[in-house]
């Protein structure tokens, strides 16, 4: 896997298996399970055991030992970050908790009735972690994504949990999914956008990420940089066993050039994989 392949990965017998132990057996008997179910994937899933200790050793120089030891908890929480996505599914949102440092600046850009567009990444888990703010903050949170999960597997998802509680707004050719952004800002809601993978063959930009070169999605910062809309930094990060840290960037709101706000968007995600380094969830290899 030398490169994302914007296809979700997962059996459908796994997500039934963890539904059922969920519902019946709840989120402590299903995290024990887990710690079978991601050595399992530590010790055979090669490629992406692989990106990550390069990513650990090459990029945030962890010893050999200890960047083995990190990968295994890096599966380990991965797996607790989809597990903790079909809880708040299935309504057992009220075992988590969290806090958010700067949420006042998401309650001033709703104030200021632009919407907004939050940046986010593959690390920690904001679906998770923007349900404890949806209808907190905002009563609508849209977000831009390829809808590349396996079918059967999302179908079982929607017909067992009732679907993610966020709108989707898929990327398509067309170029529709642009309208779709700006009808959703004319009407003062969230529109969260991952600006950390880019498919092969689309237009990216090249920056310097934690010492190395790296490609980002141009696409991200294009729409932050063209829309009249607040731009800020949103990561959630698990920091305990039921519980989440989120945080927000002050709000971008003068007209900067995409590579501008590419160029701060990296320099957050730095300091975010620094402080949540187990947290990383790109399972390929991020640099060229």
Do not use: C
């Not at 399970?33 to 055991?49: E, I």
């Not at 970050?81 to 440092?101: C, I, M, N, Q, Y």
């Amino acid at each position: 896997m030398s490169r994302w392949d914007g296809k979700t990965k997962g059996s459908l017998t796994g997500y039934k298996i963890f539904l059922f132990f969920i519902n019946s057996l709840g989120l402590g008997f299903a995290y024990g399970l887990l710690r079978v179910v991601t050595y399992y994937y530590y010790l055979f899933a090669a490629k992406p055991k692989k990106a990550l200790l390069d990513f650990y050793q090459n990029t945030l120089h962890i010893t050999g030992p200890e960047a083995r030891k990190m990968a295994r908890r890096n599966f380990y929480i991965f797996g607790q970050t989809l597990v903790d996505r079909a809880a708040f599914l299935l309504g057992k949102d009220r075992e988590f908790s969290h806090v958010f440092e700067n949420e006042q600046y998401l309650i001033d850009i709703r104030d200021a009735g632009r919407g907004g567009i939050l940046l986010s990444a593959h690390v920690g888990n904001w679906e998770t972690a923007g349900n404890l703010l949806k209808g907190r903050i905002t009563p609508t949170i849209n977000i831009v994504m390829l809808d590349a999960e396996v079918e059967n597997i999302k179908k079982y998802m929607d017909l067992s949990t009732g679907g993610s509680r966020f709108k989707v707004i898929a990327i398509k050719d067309d170029l529709s999914h642009v309208i779709s952004i700006r009808n959703a800002l004319v009407n003062n809601e969230f529109v969260a956008i991952h600006a950390d993978r880019y498919l092969e063959g689309a237009k990216y930009i090249e920056m310097d990420f934690l010492g190395r070169k790296a490609r980002f999605p141009y696409g991200p910062f294009v729409i932050a940089s063209k829309f009249n809309a607040p731009v800020t930094f949103v990561f959630a990060a698990k920091d305990g066993k039921y519980s989440y840290h989120l945080s927000a960037t002050k709000p971008i709101e003068a007209k900067m050039k995409p590579e501008e706000i590419a160029k701060l968007y990296v320099e957050e995600l730095e300091r975010k994989v620094r402080a949540f380094p187990e947290q990383w969830f790109n399972y390929f290899n991020f640099f060229q």
